[in-house]
């Protein structure tokens, strides 16, 4: 009883900070978005943009488009992550797997545009492969680009997620099937997959959610298959028609939410398996050579194109204009570096480093409020910081250019305070600290609160409690917040793409506008440029902090 | 509850911590504020910091922004916006308007932005220098470059594929080069509206001929770009074999290397553009900006482009023209009618985005 008076008034100003906070930078924006596709320039009711993206033909196709491309590819990535994570677990071991392990990991850092533009150089119309080495006329423009992009793109988070089941699946459930003589096909069918269930529902939803998000690679290899988010970003930019784009952004939003939070009840509480501390005796090889190999088959393929995809980026970059004339050059990076590339670079860092422990402190916090105190509807604040994950960054980004251009927020543009350095930091945490809030959530839910009431019971505040014992073992999940986030911050597209500044330059936005100029190989320097970056400081932070860093980033 | 602000301190710390860090603001090279001002005869510095909207080549705004900070000591930065981009910009900004000088893209969107109120009429110093058809009477907008309308042939393409090379625009809409052409979407480009214009000016202005065209046009095209110039690359990279673009832009990629590309002027007659430049209504730092328009059309900033691949024509009939730019007396032209190009420009491009773009092929 006394700990709970005491508890209370620390935990009453955390929830009022915490529910002022997330208002201002989450509610706020998304609000701004409803409130211009329901209300008209002369302030009366007329919901007509959203009716008419439902019922013009030409929007329909697009909301169609965009449905069936979120489905194929969260069909294909799922298959391809599911395929990687029976290959690494059941089909080869030692170096291999770790090889395989990192590759399948390796389009977790991609800047938003590599792949597309490397996909155009391999396999465009005049591509190296197919057009010079193979004498096909492919083009790439349009759905099938698009979801051979998407596919590669999004596969390591299907694979993360069936890599964490395979590894907790127990093994004795598979020896007993075979003992009792079934083929090991059959197991795969009738055990290994069903177990696997909830895994495929929660990569499906994530990826069709992600797919839907997408900006970078429908606007390069889309041609006329035209998306929402795609459009979304067209009305501002073309027309700056705000309510146009309100229109496909609320439209692209549902069905964004919808699938977001069906996958987090479909797959419940951060607790798909729980350990169960009884010894596994980890027999790897339960598969049969008729599987293992067309297994092979697809990912050291995919594994292949991975690397291929990647060493086109480096090799773009190097070269004078891959393709029309492979003089090994650095051109491309002087161009860069000697224009507002260096200015990008550090500004993007800085940025990102400034907003990646904000991130994982207001998911810790958040995380606290909900696991920890009793203040009412604490759910609440847990579903609506999600929102930032789940809301499609072009939507995000939308809310946060209609929130924040105005006086007295005027936190966007040339003539805002900080040279509108604010908009960009708000757009990064919104965007992450989901994550760190997930993170920060499965370790509190697996620290005893015994260890916290112990305290208490000593005489500790809870202020001190939460530092001296709370914080001291969500250390790790706090750095993986903050890890996931600085790497997403350096390379995501779809949120600031609406937010252009003067005074600070975000080399995700200059990529597309090289990418828009078609200057293709200063687009793949600053690419080389930015994957360079992530991959030190993932490792300068990996040896710092001394943990794999680059399994969180998912 | 001494101890509870400790986690408000907290809070508000991660809060601050954004503001705190990041206020030393744009960080852009001041070291050139120095001594160049007087010995240049530059105008007052205003605040001494100016943003422009630009609208031609990344790379040219930024030579030209960084030529103008050295030599007047104005802090200059820029944003770089397609001309339908930055029209749209600069009405949503109608309010509170965050940029002073509107430089480059064709006339016609000054034009238009102008009809829209944005603009404010202001006379750069030699403004009679320039010729009056480059120019608005009252200056409203004045000419900093001239350019044509062109097209880039990727003549490698063309052979493989066996397709003669197109010499006319009533050959762009020949089924044999479907999925053959780039070209920007006129809503963000001001040198696909130039080219949709054109069409206009080629049919005596019926809107309805001119149309006709342009669907047929579409069905032949690849996909929309959003930056104008961005075309002749990408016929240059052999991703398609035609380009519809300006010349001064093909010029500019046979320079980075686009070898097999080649410039088409079509035989019934091209567009031009006028580039212009305006001082935006309710500019933050009108002094500056109009410091930064009197610099603009001197001999010396006029004859910068080529040094950042920029050969439109300087409209400064003292600045000496690049040997590699394109003579507009060479090129058979139409009657471009720039007035009437603004007038009409937003019915237009609504009309293609509801019209034409949209429609299947």
């Known amino acids: 009883m006394i700990r709970a008076v005491r508890r209370e008034p620390a935990a009453a100003i955390l929830a009022t900070v915490a529910a002022a906070v997330l208002a201002l930078i989450l509610v706020y924006p998304l609000a701004s978005v409803l409130r211009e596709a329901v209300v008209s320039e002369k302030g009366v009711l007329d919901a007509s943009p959203v009716v008419r993206v439902l019922t013009n033909p030409v929007s329909r196709q697009i909301l169609l488009n965009t449905l069936v491309m979120g489905a194929l590819a969260g069909v294909l990535g799922t298959s391809l992550g599911l395929a990687f994570a029976l290959a690494t677990t059941r089909a080869v071991r030692g170096p291999a797997r770790t090889a395989m392990h990192f590759v399948a990991l390796l389009p977790l850092i991609a800047p938003p545009f590599a792949l597309a533009l490397s996909t155009i150089f391999l396999f465009g119309r005049n591509g190296l492969v197919t057009r010079q080495l193979l004498g096909l006329e492919i083009s790439p423009y349009g759905l099938g680009g698009l979801l051979f992009v998407q596919t590669i793109t999004f596969f390591p988070v299907a694979y993360l997620i069936f890599d964490a089941l395979v590894r907790q699946l127990d093994p004795a459930l598979e020896e007993a099937a075979l003992d009792l003589g079934a083929s090991r096909g059959r197991i795969l069918r009738t055990v290994t997959l069903p177990l696997l269930r909830p895994g495929l529902a929660g990569a499906f939803l994530i990826i069709f959610v992600e797919s839907l998000a997408d900006l970078a690679n429908p606007l390069i290899i889309g041609g006329d298959f035209n998306v929402l988010a795609s459009s979304v970003y067209l009305a501002i930019i073309g027309e700056f028609d705000t309510r146009k784009a309100v229109g496909f952004a609320v439209v692209l939003l549902l069905p964004s939410l919808v699938a977001f939070f069906a996958q987090r009840i479909w797959v419940g509480e951060d607790s798909v398996v729980t350990v169960t501390g009884k010894p596994s005796t980890g027999r790897v090889g339960l598969i049969e050579p008729a599987l293992r190999w067309p297994l092979l088959a697809i990912t050291v393929g995919t594994g292949v194109v991975v690397l291929a995809l990647y060493g086109t980026v480096v090799a773009g970059a190097f070269t004078k204009l891959l393709g029309i004339d492979n003089t090994v050059t650095l051109d491309n990076f002087r161009f860069v570096l000697q224009g507002i590339g260096t200015k990008a670079m550090t500004d993007t860092t800085l940025l990102s480093a400034l907003a990646a422990p904000i991130a994982g402190v207001t998911g810790l916090l958040v995380a606290y409020l909900v696991v920890r105190t009793q203040i009412r509807g604490r759910a609440i604040y847990d579903y609506v910081l999600m929102l930032g994950a789940a809301a499609p960054g072009i939507a995000l980004g939308l809310g946060l250019l209609l929130a924040f251009n105005h006086p007295p927020l005027r936190w966007s543009g040339a003539t805002a305070a900080f040279g509108g350095a604010l908009v960009f930091i708000v757009a990064f945490v919104v965007r992450t600290a989901p994550v760190s809030l997930r993170g920060c959530v499965a370790a509190l839910l697996q620290i005893d609160p015994a260890l916290e009431h112990a305290s208490a019971n000593l005489g500790a505040s809870t202020p001190t409690t939460f530092r001296r014992i709370t914080l001291p073992l969500m250390r790790r999940a706090v750095l993986s917040g903050v890890i996931f986030s600085f790497t997403r911050n350096m390379t995501t597209l779809s949120t600031i793409a609406l937010l252009v500044s003067p005074s600070w330059r975000i080399m995700t936005g200059q990529i597309l506008n090289e990418i828009d100029a078609q200057r293709l190989g200063s687009g793949a320097a600053y690419s080389t440029i930015l994957i360079a970056i992530v991959v030190v400081a993932i490792v300068a932070l990996q040896r710092l902090f001394g943990h794999t860093a680059i399994e969180v980033a998912a | ?361």
């Open chain 2, 1 to 361: 509850m001494r101890r509870a602000t400790s986690i408000l301190a907290i809070a508000t710390l991660v809060l601050s911590a954004c503001g705190g860090a990041s206020a030393p603001g744009p960080p852009t090279a001041s070291a050139a504020a120095g001594g160049g001002a007087t010995a240049t005869g530059c105008g007052p510095k205003g605040s001494g910091s100016l943003v422009i909207l630009g609208t031609p080549q990344e790379e040219y705004i930024q030579g030209v922004t960084k030529a103008f900070q050295t030599e007047c000591g104005i802090n200059t930065t820029y944003v770089r916006l397609s001309s339908g981009e930055a029209l749209a910009k600069l009405k949503a900004d109608k309010a509170s308007p965050q940029f002073s000088v509107w430089w480059g893209g064709p006339a016609d969107g000054f034009i238009a932005a102008n009809n829209d109120g944005l603009l404010e009429p202001y006379q750069p110093k030699g403004f009679e220098r320039i010729p009056t058809q480059y120019r608005d009477a009252k200056g409203v907008w004045t000419g900093i470059y001239v350019g044509a309308l062109g097209v880039a042939l990727n003549t490698k393409v063309l052979k493989d594929k066996n397709l003669p090379e197109p010499s006319s625009w009533a050959d762009l809409v020949k089924p044999a080069y479907k999925g053959q052409i780039s070209i920007a979407h006129p809503a963000s480009s001001g040198t696909s509206y130039t080219f949709v214009a054109t069409q206009m000016f080629l049919n005596n202005k019926d809107i309805e001929k001119g149309f006709a065209y342009l669907k047929q046009f579409h069905q032949n095209v690849l996909q929309y770009q959003k930056t104008g110039a961005a075309p002749a690359r990408q016929a240059g990279q052999g991703e398609v074999a035609i380009g519809v673009v300006f010349s001064h832009d093909i010029v500019a990629a046979i320079e980075e290397g686009f070898k097999d590309l080649k410039i088409m002027f079509p035989s019934e007659g091209t567009g031009y553009e006028i580039g212009g430049m305006a001082l935006v209504k309710g500019a933050p730092d009108p002094v500056a900006a109009k410091t930064f328009m009197d610099w603009a059309i001197t001999v010396k900033a006029q004859e910068l482009g080529p040094q950042f691949k920029a050969y439109q024509l300087p409209t400064n009939p003292d600045a000496k023209v690049s040997d590699k730019s394109v003579k507009l007396d060479k090129v058979k032209t139409v009657n471009y009618d720039f007035q009437w190009a603004g007038d009409n420009k937003k019915a237009i491009v609504d009309r293609f985005s509801n019209e034409v773009a949209p429609q299947p092929r």
